[in-house]
């Protein structure tokens, strides 16, 4: 059986124990490789083993913490920690292919600097060239040796095709995964449902869920501007923010002047706002029991957008925006509600408003999104595309 080493970012650990959408996928896709044998490689963490074997799947943990985080951070060109300890694992586990996720950087690095050329590498983007840091971005023009380039959606495939992946000898897309088997609807679990709404001051008033990032660039301030008209409706209606600021140890409950102005204005609404902070990754799929209706008004151009992938498999009807490859997995009228304009709380709360009135289409959407995903998006079905693209790269295919 041959073997793909997965390689994810430094940031976060995998499993995604502190967050993180690539580092899900990276889990996800990992346990569902059935022809090929997956090895993760993948950051340390104080409460995760250097090295273990989970469910069949061995994961390697480099030390990243501490001085060695900060001056990988800032100085890696010089100082390329990660890089030499993920090539030492390379060489030691000896796999056929390597699958290197959201790091341009590093598979420049492992390819040129590293001595691992003969490898045929995979660069597979989850967002845009414009959401890497600015110390994680190659140089415009910098040469790129990739044996193919894969997107999390068409619209990265299409925006990358020429920039990230215009050295690649192939392009694809593989979608992200959803277990939708793992997720509940409100009407399967009622008794989740009240536990979570109980321990959040909620009883049985309407409420909208965001789950994500607490950030300006998902469009917080948007959706709280929108309920301003909601409530005006719906006074009893609640909005829970379900999120942190940060994924990482030590940086969930980090305050940012975002999260401070928005503090201040939750505190002169005139309606109920719940924000929860970090949710662990392990709970997440009893976050959604909360919401009604789920709204994610992101104002960047998402890669795809995992959010809405759980939010459909929880059986919420979904309001989103246009931007990205959100369209990809949210479709209007199948189990969602798209703006037409990204940036407009009136758009958006007559959106919200039309839901909330109108329980039929609700369970429509809800009942047409848990199917759209167990049938478009299961990590098996991940797995079996991602598994078609690994024998297109050693044969040497195209697509």
């Known amino acids: 059986m041959p073997t793909v080493a997965l390689i994810g970012p430094e940031l976060y650990p995998i499993p995604p124990i502190r967050g993180g959408a690539v580092e899900l996928f990276i889990e996800g896709l990992a346990s569902c490789l ?7 490689i993948g950051p340390s963490d104080p409460e995760l083993p250097g090295f ?9 943990r480099v030390p990243l913490g501490g001085w060695r985080g900060r001056v990988y951070k800032r100085y890696r060109q010089y100082f390329p920690i ?3 300890q993920v090539a030492k694992i390379i060489r030691r586990v000896r796999p056929d292919l390597l699958h290197v996720h959201n790091r341009p950087l590093l598979a420049q690095s492992l390819k040129k600097r590293q001595g691992l050329e003969k490898l045929p590498l995979i660069l597979h983007m989850h967002n845009l060239y414009e959401s890497l840091g600015r110390r994680e971005r190659p140089d415009p023009g910098a040469p790129q040796s990739l044996a193919a ?3 999390c959606s068409r619209f990265v495939v299409e925006r990358e095709r020429w920039r990230l992946g215009k050295d690649a000898a192939s392009h694809f897309v593989v979608y992200n995964g959803v277990d939708a088997a793992g997720f509940f609807s409100a009407r399967s679990r009622p008794d989740l449902r009240e536990k979570w709404r109980s321990s959040l001051g909620l009883t049985e008033e309407p409420t909208v869920l965001f789950v994500g990032k607490i950030r ?3 469009g917080v301030q948007i959706l709280l501007a ?3 008209q909601v409530w005006v409706r719906f006074p009893a209606a609640a909005l829970v923010l379900a999120g942190g600021t940060e994924f990482g140890r030590g940086r969930t409950g980090r305050e940012t002047p975002f999260l401070q102005e928005l503090r201040r204005q939750i505190a002169a609404a005139r309606g109920r706002v719940v924000l929860t902070g970090f949710i662990p990754p392990r709970q997440m799929p009893e976050i959604y029991l909360l919401g009604d209706i789920f709204a994610g008004p992101s104002q960047i151009e998402e890669g795809l957008g995992m959010v809405f992938l ?3 498999a929880a059986g919420l009807p979904i309001i989103a925006t246009r931007r990205g490859g959100i369209p990809e997995v949210v479709r209007d009228g199948v189990n969602g509600l798209l703006l ?3 940036d407009d709380p009136r758009e958006l709360g007559e959106k919200i408003k039309q839901l909330l009135a109108d329980r039929n289409l609700r369970l429509s959407l809800g009942r047409q999104g848990r199917a759209w995903v167990r049938e478009n998006f299961s990590w098996e079905k991940t797995a079996r595309r991602q598994e078609q693209v690994y024998d297109e790269v050693m044969a040497g295919g195209h697509s």
């Open 340 to 342: 037409q304009q990204h």
């Open 216 to 218: 300006e660039s998902k």
């Open 82 to 84: 990660y890089d030499l």
């Open 34 to 40: 059935g022809r090929w044998r997956p090895v993760v």
């Open 149 to 151: 380039f894969i997107g």
């Open 52 to 60: 273990e074997v989970r469910s069949g799947v061995a994961y390697f």
């Open 310 to 312: 759980e939010a459909a």
């Open 226 to 228: 929108a309920m301003d």
